[in-house]
């Protein structure tokens, strides 16, 4: 699944999810499920009536529905050749998102507010990084407001991909290969309608508005769940941050 590209692209999970970084990211809690390869009959629960559409229309429900709402929460993991990214993230449309990335087991408390991005890490991600033994001495810990300048504002640009939830959403919801169906399923107990390309699987709602639930990599163990759509997120600078913003 992975391929070349940006460093998003490097690391995409199902139809396209792309939830990588060049530096590091998340730990999951994915929600539990399961999937009937080849049945198309739903349980006795009312459903949206998705599962009876064709695959290019659902993933057009599921894009309306996913671009109507204002926040959601990603869970889940990633593995690529050399490290497996994991993440916890509120995500609040145009606004940012707050929760945990982590890289290879490090991580990393992250909260991006409008343009600034707040990060509190350990001794152990700070030298992964190449800080001098003198900021992490000062950072390991506490949160700071990360560069906008030099070398590590730009090793540190994939975090602010990360935590733009149309970003990740036009790649959950852009296919690398003709889409078909692959049965029906189940996330966190609600019911779905599964869709399937060359990458891996997407699983989409069928109560409610249609909306993504979780996508799975072909290939080895990589998922990324998708919850609470709508729900309130609150978003603040850390208090106390020490702000690097004007440094390289």
Not at 65 to 91: C, E, F, K, W, Y
Not at 181 to 204: E, H, I, N, W
Request: glycine share 12%; proline share 6%; net charge positive.
């Amino acid at each position: 699944m992975p391929r070349g590209g940006s460093s998003l692209q490097r690391a995409r999970v199902g139809l396209g999810c792309a939830l990588v970084a060049a530096v590091a990211l998340v730990p999951a809690a994915c929600g539990g499920g399961s999937s009937k390869s080849g049945s198309t009959a739903t349980s006795a629960v009312a459903t949206n009536g998705q599962a009876a559409r064709t695959p290019k229309q659902i993933l057009a429900s599921a894009r309306a529905a996913a671009n109507a709402a204002r926040s959601v929460h990603i869970a889940g993991h990633v593995p690529t050749p050399g490290q497996t990214v994991s993440l916890d993230l509120a995500l609040l449309r145009g606004r940012g998102a707050t929760g945990l990335i982590a890289l290879n087991g490090i991580p990393v408390g992250v909260t991006q507010v409008g343009h600034a991005l707040y990060l509190k890490a350990g001794r152990r991600f700070l030298k992964a990084v190449g800080a001098p033994e003198a900021a992490v001495q000062l950072l390991a810990g506490r949160w700071f407001k990360a560069p906008t300048q030099g070398p590590q504002a730009a090793s540190l640009r994939s975090f602010r991909q990360l935590t733009d939830m149309q970003t990740i959403l036009n790649e959950v919801l852009t296919p690398s290969a003709r889409v078909s169906k692959a049965g029906t399923g189940t996330v966190g107990g609600t019911p779905t309608v599964v869709l399937r390309d060359s990458d891996g699987t997407l699983d989409v709602s069928l109560q409610g508005p249609p909306y993504p639930l979780r996508v799975r990599q072909r290939q080895g163990n990589g998922q990324v769940t998708f919850s609470r759509w709508d729900a309130p997120v609150t978003l603040a600078a850390p208090a106390g941050a020490v702000d690097l913003s004007g440094s390289g």
